[in-house]
């Protein structure tokens, strides 16, 4: 019978179970390995080979885990195994997960073991516009997926059953921010990053053109703040149909039942202006 163990906290195995992986793999995961500096590690062990990790950085409070998983090919189960050891370990409240290639295995350990999960590029971004101009909604990354916890948190219940008026509330606002600011059911009003993640759900928008489009609000959040952005290097972050092709998915998710009241409020954003302490 397999046994399986865990080695905590020790850098120099977990960075010899790095080296032992394919190229490939460890470019997918990784943007710098020498950049690589976790506050925890988990490493799996079976039958006395590691063959999973799961590791983590802290936020500057230690609240929030921006985690990552790696294993062997066909060991990903143990790489869940080391993220479960990992969050028994580290108390953090917020787990955030960022990719680089979304697969749909990993989107599906996303949507089930992770708070929120990002494009990696698109939160590298906005990571060092909030490191210049300090936090700001409009500067943070938007979710590839709507998480449970983010469903929970607001009152909103599992999208599949998300009655159609809802739905439409949420599209229609995204075809016209012009509308409003939507509210969730419990009242708190959901941003453009908290919107787009609804969004990019609701109408099955292709992940591919879903990280492209959270970079793209994230160049236009920094062209607001007044850098010139420069349109050779913004090309090189995402291809020149993405937009056109999340409008058409948001336009045929749209039912025609345009009348019926949601669970949802949309408020007018000068009302909410008033309301702001």
Known sequence: MSTLSFIDDDFPAAQAF????????????FSGVGEWKPNHIALAVRDGQVVAMAD???????????ASLLARPGFGAYAISALLRLKKRVA??????????????????????????????????????????????VLQAAPLIAS??????????PLKELDGASKNQVLNVALDLGRGLLHSPNGYPLGGPELLSLV???????MRV????????????????GHNVDPNVVKKYFKQDSMS???????????LDLDSVGIFAIKPHAQELRSSP
């Open 245 to 255: 092709i999340f409008m058409a998915a948001v336009k045929r998710a749209v039912s």
């Open 18 to 29: 790095v080296a032992s992986l394919n190229r490939k793999i460890v470019r997918l995961r």
């Open 210 to 225: 879903r990280q492209d489009v959270s970079r793209i609000t994230l160049f236009l959040a920094a062209a607001q703040m």
């Open 92 to 137: 953090a409240e917020h787990w955030l997960s960022t990719l680089r290639e979304p697969t749909p295995a990993t989107i599906a350990i996303s949507r089930r073991y992770f708070d929120e999960t990002c494009d990696q590029t698109a939160w590298e971004l906005s990571s060092g516009l909030i490191r210049q101009h300090g936090q700001s909604g």
């Open 200 to 206: 990019f759900d609701l109408a099955d928008v292709p």
């Open 56 to 66: 983590c950085v802290l936020s500057d409070e230690e609240s929030g885990a921006n």
């Open 148 to 157: 449970a916890k983010f469903l929970r948190l607001h009152s909103i219940p």
